[in-house]
């Protein structure tokens, strides 16, 4: 039987959280980010089915996973020249709370961003780094964000 969280709590809790990360741990907050997506990853791996361990199918895979389980209405990826990935996320669960974050400069709940990256370096041996140095988004309107990242494979741009 299937259960359902609503959102606004999920919103209040990840403020909590995060802005807690950040006024105990500081800058130090974005190692705890990115080391959760690793192990978050490793649980959700073994539910996926990856066809390819080619970059973009491994984060559609996962992006489709984000759909299913509510956490994004829809997921957007290019990948351009020089390696440079535009993800766009449409319909974040987390949006109010990531927005509050970003105003007050705090760690913010990267959730997609950090699970993608700890899959794209296992799968695929590429490092993805985001393009903007304070790892904000671009929150382009109410339902929509955007980041770009950076995708490299022994110091080379992934194409």
């Known amino acids: 039987m299937g259960r359902t969280l609503d959102a606004d709590f999920i919103n209040v809790e990840i403020y909590a959280i995060y802005k807690a990360i950040t006024e105990v741990c500081g800058e130090d907050g974005w190692k705890i980010m990115w080391r959760s997506g690793e192990l978050a990853f490793e ?9 390819s361990r080619e970059p973009l199918a491994v984060m559609r895979t996962i992006g489709d996973y984000f759909v299913r389980v509510g956490y994004l209405e829809a997921i957007e990826l290019e990948l351009k020249p020089g390696g440079l990935l535009e993800y766009q996320m449409l319909g974040t669960a987390t949006r109010e709370s990531a927005a509050r974050l ?30 903007a140095h304070d790892h904000k988004p671009e929150l382009v309107n109410q339902r929509q964000s955007k980041e770009r990242w950076i995708l490299t494979k022994d110091g080379v741009p992934v194409s």
């Not at 649980?43 to 066809?51: D, G, R, T, V």
């Not at 105003?103 to 799968?123: D, F, G, Q, Y």
């Open 43 to 51: 649980q959700i791996e073994p539910q996926l089915h990856f066809a």
């Open 102 to 131: 970003i105003a007050e400069n705090a760690i913010l709940p990267h959730w997609s961003t950090v699970i993608m990256v700890a899959a794209l370096r296992k799968l695929c041996g590429v490092e993805a780094r985001m393009e």
